[in-house]
């Protein structure tokens, strides 16, 4: 007898032995289903808290850093002649639409680029990180993850 023939042997329709004969069977305990969906739930709540506290850092941070971007704008506005170009457009039309290009130049070329950029930047996080946590209280109401 050689291999050919073992294994058109054991490759006919019915001649396989059953796979379960040969395994030993395994008791389940009842209560396994229930202890994988708690450590399941455990682990998407903890998720869900570390989520909610850098979201809660991050618009802490936000607040923070917007204020000092606030006030580091102010100060260049005032520190530049943008504002008193600005005034002149208010006061004195006449002469700003006499000088149209010149007056245009002077507003861009016045105007604090970098603190303003900043400012939006530093924004945007703050209302990025307020409908992130929104967003995560809203979709989950969950009890603290020590007590589940």
């Known amino acids: 007898m050689n291999q050919n023939d073992f294994l058109s042997r054991t490759t006919k329709q019915g001649d396989m032995p059953k796979l379960e004969q040969f395994l030993p069977t395994i ?12 450590r399941i739930r455990h682990a998407e709540i903890r998720g869900l808290y570390w989520r909610i506290s850098f979201s809660f850092i991050g618009l ?37 639409f006499a000088n149209l290009g010149s007056s245009i130049n002077g507003l861009l070329e016045s105007f604090p680029v970098l603190p303003v950029l900043l400012s939006l930047i530093l924004l945007f996080c703050l209302l990025a990180s307020v409908a992130f946590l929104l967003t995560l209280i809203k979709v989950r109401r969950v009890p603290s993850p020590h007590f589940a």
């Not at 008791?27 to 708690?38: I, N, Q, R």
């Open 27 to 38: 008791a389940v305990p009842p209560t396994l289903c229930g202890a994988v969906l708690s």
């Open 60 to 96: 802490i941070a936000s607040i923070g850093m917007i204020a000092l971007s606030w006030s580091a704008l102010w100060s260049e506005l005032v520190g530049s002649s943008f504002i008193d170009l600005l005034r002149l457009a208010f006061s004195d039309s006449d002469i700003v």
